[in-house]
């Protein structure tokens, strides 16, 4: 293998290894936030703050205080190794001046601060309309139509529980502009089309094996069900989604 090809071998999957830990992470959290519940706490009050009050606050300082911490370990995990370190040939090379560290590249789509319909929109720009054409049918509508139906599904998106809006976001970057698509996400994608349809408990065991927690499935399967709705990749037939004939996302998956 050349030089060449293995260097790219080796990015992919470092990347790959660190969208993995992302993910991890994600769940990791989630079961820090489902196990810390305020359940059987009494009724003393301080300063006109329940106990509950209390310890819910406590709660979401610390949940907040372990993300830093966890990202700035995986930050700092994540330094690439000097191929000039000498540990192969036994010489000690000179210690480099350390230079001041270039800002990641980010494939992202920054919504801070803003509602997501509107990161979408400035994200994609010219492009919104392209893929918010959800169903191959769009194409067939009258322009202030089509304009109206895109304009709804931000709407709705807007309107999902956060961590779904994430993951629309997330789903779109990844069309538009390559970024790693959430591991959950691609699961289910996945599913959906090798199996053409996809229930609850197909899904939920699909994260188990990874594996996941039977927590972490049962939210993401909880909110992999919705999203996959929302975004007319996949249609509700009893108690199953089956894939959409119609979408014209899907297919860029299966390409």
């Known amino acids: 293998m050349s030089g060449v090809a293995l260097k790219v071998q080796e990015e992919e999957v470092l990347n790959n290894s ?6 991890d992470l994600e769940a990791m959290f989630e079961e820090l936030e489902a196990g810390m519940t305020n359940d059987g706490i009494g009724e003393v009050v301080i300063n006109d703050l329940s106990e509950a009050d209390l310890v819910d606050a406590g709660i979401a300082a610390d949940i907040q205080e372990a ?34 560290r270039a800002a990641p590249v980010t494939k992202r789509i920054s919504s801070l601060g803003m509602k997501k319909s509107e990161a979408l929109s400035k994200a994609l720009g010219s492009k919104l309309q392209d893929f918010m054409c959800l169903s191959i049918n769009d194409a067939t509508l009258e322009p202030s139509d089509l304009q109206a139906k895109i304009e709804a599904k931000l709407t709705e998106i807007d309107a999902l529980p ?32 090798k199996d053409g349809e996809i229930t609850s408990k197909a899904l939920r065991d699909a994260y188990i094996a990874r594996p996941y927690s039977p927590g972490t499935a049962n939210s993401q399967c909880t909110q992999l069900m919705k999203l996959l709705q929302v975004l007319e990749l996949a249609n509700k037939e009893g108690g199953k989604l089956v894939a959409n004939q119609e979408s014209a996302l899907l297919p860029m998956f299966s390409a």
């Open 67 to 100: 993300r830093a911490e966890a990202m700035a370990e995986m930050d700092e995990q994540g330094e690439p190794v000097d191929d000039n370190s000498g540990f192969a040939t036994g010489i000690t090379q000179p210690e480099p001046a350390k230079q001041k």
């Open 162 to 193: 956060i961590k779904i809006q994430e993951k629309a976001v997330n789903f779109f970057a990844h069309l538009s502009n390559g970024a790693s698509l959430s591991n959950y996400t691609k699961i289910a994608i996945d599913l959906l089309i």
């Open 18 to 23: 660190e969208h993995d830990a992302l993910d």
